[in-house]
DNA sequence: CGAGTTGTTGACGTGTGTCAAAAGAAGTGG
DNA sequence: CCACTTCTTTTGACACACGTCAACAACTCG
């Protein structure tokens, strides 16, 4: 998680300034709007530089499974470097945001150049992957507490908490659930569960965890 | 699918050739045998020259989730590229299995000096990851014959199938319903329903698919 | 033939998704 | 400032899919 934000950022940062200074494509998105949809055709990736953004698969209208959040220093649309030519996922802003486009075209001409680029952006995809592995194997064997825990716990490591305690990102309770693979309704008892137990706090959409040793234990052998 | 096959093949037996005859070491495993198991430090690559092995994050003693198979031609144990420094899952061959090992420092070395394959190699990982967020949905939104639609769609789709009709690989029943994330009862239910509604045959461990139409729509959405 | 492994079916309990409705919250307009 | 929507949050009740347990059949293998 760390490696995660760090990488990007100096990548962003660094190795890719002089890039995107050339090809400089800053878009504002509004709270709520796509930046781009399952289906589209790839035509470049992304980078966030203000904001929240959910990435997520559509089900059956209203129904989703939100795969990751994207923060201030995330990439974005980075599926799409895989061999098919359209998004499998989709990405909307949670708030207003700022992202930066760069060309597809552009950006593949670049990883030619740039050896020690693609090896950081190949172990960033590894990484991803084995989160991704893992996430799935607590998806399906682990009960709705569990996966609310670990929902919670993931959402804490990638955006921190604040000095009051609760975690600096408030999801919509709706987004929680797509996060933690579950109903809404079922998140709901859930959340209230774990407060009835002092497991965690809250505060409006503000979670914060009181007692981070039993949310683990929830989540039991990952 | 068909991609990936190509690219690791092209790339184990041309672009690797003279990396792997420079370190060459084959190793024979038993059926059954592990090649390696979640928690073991990473030491090193792989790939297979011979026998099919699955790959697989293990639940609470004798139940687990197969991320994935591997057969002839694919790489094994790449998840050890990313930022950890021990494996994520365990690789265990389902039969007598010959694969190549590559020592990491080496491998990591070749990196830097072949940015094409470097290129490939990250493609494949996109690509990895984006099957792995697909599964992710379906194990999480799809019943059971959903998910065991999609399991058998998986193996056909990487091992094909024979002049007979019957795909080309026979998973042991039990390995079927942890690639499918269900229980053992469950599975053998769920494929008893497929054959009496005609969409697919059993002959042993073989399988044969005989209405794909009305196999695809159960993982309707895929 | 016994003993162990694998395949099969039955019965049961429960977690959890779904539906529906109540209770707030928040805007809208007279 | 009060009725009246409309939307979100919350609680209740229910049904059923599916995991678990247990018993049994079939089949190998010593």
């Given at each position: 998680m760390r490696f995660k934000y760090l990488f990007l950022c100096t990548f962003c940062l660094d190795g890719?300034?002089?890039?995107?200074?050339?090809?400089?494509?800053?878009?504002?998105?509004?709270?709520?709007?796509?930046?781009?949809?399952?289906?589209?055709?790839?035509?470049?990736?992304?980078?966030?530089?203000?904001?929240?953004?959910?990435?997520?698969k559509k089900w059956d209208d209203e129904k989703e499974l939100i795969l990751r959040f994207a923060?201030?220093?995330?990439?974005?649309g980075h599926l799409g470097i895989g061999s098919g030519d359209i998004y499998p996922v989709s990405a909307t802003a949670l708030e207003a945001a700022v992202v930066c486009y760069i060309d597809m075209s552009f950006f593949e001409s670049s990883l030619t150049a740039n050896n020690n680029f693609v090896i950081?952006?190949?172990?960033?995809?590894?990484?991803?992957?084995?989160?991704?592995?893992?996430?799935?194997?607590?998806?399906?064997?682990?009960?709705?507490?569990?996966?609310?825990?670990?929902?919670?716990?993931?959402?804490k490591n990638q955006f921190g908490v604040s000095e009051n305690g609760f975690i600096n990102f408030e999801p919509a309770k709706l987004d929680l659930a797509s996060f933690a693979g579950t109903a809404y309704e079922s998140l709901f008892r859930t959340l209230n569960d774990l407060v009835d137990e002092h497991i965690i706090t809250l505060s409006g959409k503000s979670i914060m965890i009181k007692d981070e040793a039993r949310l683990l234990q929830l989540v039991a052998g990952n």
């Open positions: 890719w300034k002089p890039a995107i200074q050339a090809s400089k494509q800053n878009i504002h998105i509004k709270k709520g709007q796509l930046i781009f949809a399952e289906g589209d055709p790839v035509k470049g990736i992304y980078f966030v530089y203000e904001g929240n953004i959910k990435v997520h923060k201030k220093g995330d990439i974005l950081k952006l190949m172990r960033f995809f590894a990484d991803e992957l084995q989160t991704s592995e893992k996430r799935m194997k607590n998806l399906v064997h682990l009960p709705v507490k569990g996966r609310v825990a670990q929902a919670i716990i993931s959402i």
